[in-house]
C-alpha cells in the first residue's frame, strides 16, 4: 500500500469518518455524547455516508497546501473514493486504485501495517487516550470535539461538525507536528447502501497490475 502515498489519494483526513465513527474502540465510551452515538448507530446500521468533499492538507513547517476535490463514499466495512476520473475502492481487505493518467489499475493486498494511513496505525493511542464531548449549538449544529494528550497519538485533536440533521458537515484534525487538516463535505447525506453502489468499474482496455503475489 505504498503506492497510496503518491496517489490521488494520500490525505487521511479523508478516512476519519471511518476511524472515529466506525470504530467500536476508537474512543472511551461517553454518556453525554447523543449525536456522536447516533453517528456511529448510522453506520452499524448499514447505512452509507455519501458526500462531495474538499479536503486541504496545511504543513505548517514548510508552509505547503494541498487540496485535493471528490466524491466519498464511507460504509461500515469498506470505502470508496473519486477524485476526476480516478477512483479508489477499500473492501474485504483488498485495495484496487484506478489512475486514469496512466490506464492502469493496481490490486493489492489492503495490509494496514504497511500502509501510513491505516485505521490501525492512526488508531494507536486513541482510545481512552481521547477525550470526547459535544456541544449543541444554537443553531441546530453539533460540534464533536475529541483531543488527547498522548504523545503518541496521531492527532492532537480532531473537531467533527455537524449540521442540524446529524450529518458530518465539516472534520478539522492537528496532528503531533502541528499540520491541519480540513475535510468539508457537500450535499453530505446518508443512503441505503445499493447492489453495485461499491462495485469497482474501470475501462476494458486499463492496464492490471495486482501486487499481491510479489515477494
Not at 39 to 60: I, P, W
Not at 122 to 143: A, I, K, R, W, Y
Not at 167 to 188: H, K, M, W
Amino acid at each position: 500500500m505504498k503506492f497510496l502515498k503518491n496517489s490521488i489519494y494520500n490525505s487521511y483526513p479523508l478516512l476519519l469518518l471511518y476511524l472515529f465513527l466506525l470504530q467500536p474502540s476508537a474512543v472511551s465510551a461517553q454518556s453525554d455524547t447523543p449525536q456522536f452515538d447516533l453517528l456511529k448507530s448510522q453506520f452499524e446500521n448499514n447505512r452509507v455516508f455519501f458526500a462531495e468533499f474538499t479536503h486541504e492538507y496545511n504543513d505548517t513547517f514548510t508552509g505547503e497546501q494541498q487540496r485535493t476535490t471528490g466524491t466519498i463514499w464511507v460504509g461500515l466495512d469498506k470505502y470508496k473514493m473519486n477524485s476526476g476520473s480516478n477512483f479508489m475502492l477499500v473492501e474485504n481487505d483488498i485495495s484496487r486504485v484506478y489512475d486514469s493518467s496512466k490506464n492502469r489499475v493496481i490490486i493489492s493486498e489492503y495490509i494496514e501495517e504497511d500502509d501510513d494511513f491505516a485505521p490501525s496505525r492512526m488508531l494507536q493511542g486513541v482510545d481512552d487516550s481521547f477525550n470526547v464531548n459535544e456541544q449543541l449549538l444554537d443553531n441546530g449544529q453539533t460540534v464533536i470535539r475529541m483531543e488527547s494528550e498522548d504523545p503518541f497519538s496521531i492527532f492532537q485533536s480532531v473537531t467533527i461538525y455537524l449540521n442540524n440533521s446529524g450529518v458530518p458537515s465539516r472534520i478539522e484534525a492537528i496532528d503531533q507536528v502541528e499540520n491541519e487538516l480540513l475535510t468539508v463535505f457537500n450535499n453530505g447525506r446518508f443512503i441505503d447502501e445499493e447492489a453495485g453502489l461499491f462495485e469497482f468499474n474501470y475501462p476494458e482496455d486499463a492496464e492490471w497490475i495486482d501486487l499481491r503475489h510479489d515477494i
